[in-house]
């Protein structure tokens, strides 16, 4: 089983989507599961730091260069700009 944080940070819409998961990001890593990050934070310095600094399996920038698999992915989606029918999160399109 992986864990896929999927959220961005900018100076619009802020970053609220992604300090929620910080959290549950360090105790999933902690606990020793692969932990994912899907996201743009690029544009707020401090949050894209922390993102750094956590120990991540894989950091995508951009979610179009994330493999997901339909069988092992337990997806952590917080956003409101990505609406809920958003590709990144239908099952049809994950790969194996």
Excluded at 31 to 36: I, L
Excluded at 71 to 90: A, E, K, Q, R, T
Aim: aromatic fraction near 12%.
């Amino acid at each position: 089983m992986r864990f896929v944080f999927r959220s961005d940070a900018n100076i619009n819409s802020g970053t609220g989507h992604v300090m929620r998961g910080i959290g549950i990001i360090q105790e999933l890593i902690r606990r020793g599961y692969p932990v994912y990050f899907v996201g743009n934070t690029c544009e707020v310095p401090w949050i894209n730091e922390i993102i750094q600094n956590e120990s991540f399996e894989a950091i995508y920038n951009n979610e179009s260069d994330f493999i997901p698999n339909k069988d092992s992915d337990v997806l952590i989606f917080d956003s409101y700009s990505l609406p809920i029918d958003h590709s990144f999160i239908h099952i049809e399109v994950m790969k194996k």
